[in-house]
């Protein structure tokens, strides 16, 4: 009996998951985002979540400077390139993500303070909660 491989296509939470460490990549090594991702996705999107995908790094490669702008002002006594490349990247997603328009705010924000849980400092989701949440 021969084994049956699955190609299983990665859930929204996966592929946020996979956009932040492409991000992450690209901020912390200067490497083109769109190679990170497509290193990281190639063959597990479906062609909704791929359009998708794309339009989320368009808009962080477009406009990462404005977000940057947009967000510095919520960070209180702190600049964006003092986050970590982890929370940079976690805020770029989310910021690009709530652009898109196609999922709900408390959705994004959501996503994002457990992707912050799992790769972040233990206190950390609650300052990306609360920034995201101001915007």
Same mark, same amino acid.
């Not at 299983?8 to 690209?26: C, E, F, G, P, T």
């Not at 406009?63 to 702190?78: H, M, R």
């Given at each position: %009996? ?6 299983? %296509? %990665?859930?929204? #939470? ?11 990549q690209h !901020?912390?090594?200067?490497?083109? *985002?769109?190679? &990170?991702?497509?290193?990281? !996705?190639?063959g597990?999107?479906s062609?909704e979540?791929? &359009?998708?995908?794309?339009?989320? $790094?368009?808009?962080?490669? &477009? ?11 919520? $960070?209180?006594d702190w600049t ?6 982890v929370? &940079?990247?976690i805020? *770029?997603?989310?910021?690009?993500? !709530?652009?898109v ?14 992707i ?8 950390? #989701?609650?300052y990306?909660?609360?920034? !995201?949440?101001? $915007?």
């Amino acid at each position: %009996m021969g084994c049956v491989k699955i190609n299983r %296509m %990665m859930n929204r #939470h996966d592929l946020r998951l996979n956009l932040v460490s492409a991000i992450y990549q690209h !901020l912390l090594l200067d490497k083109d *985002l769109f190679n &990170q991702a497509d290193g990281l !996705l190639e063959g597990k999107l479906s062609a909704e979540d791929r &359009q998708y995908a794309s339009k989320i $790094l368009y808009n962080i490669v &477009q406009d990462k400077d404005s977000y940057i702008a947009k967000v510095e002002p919520l $960070l209180k006594d702190w600049t964006f390139e003092r986050l970590n490349y982890v929370e &940079q990247a976690i805020i *770029l997603e989310a910021i690009s993500e !709530l652009k898109v328009g196609e999922v709900a705010k408390a959705i994004i924000i959501n996503e994002a303070v457990v992707i912050t849980k799992s790769l972040c400092d233990d206190g950390r #989701h609650k300052y990306i909660n609360g920034v !995201l949440d101001k $915007l």
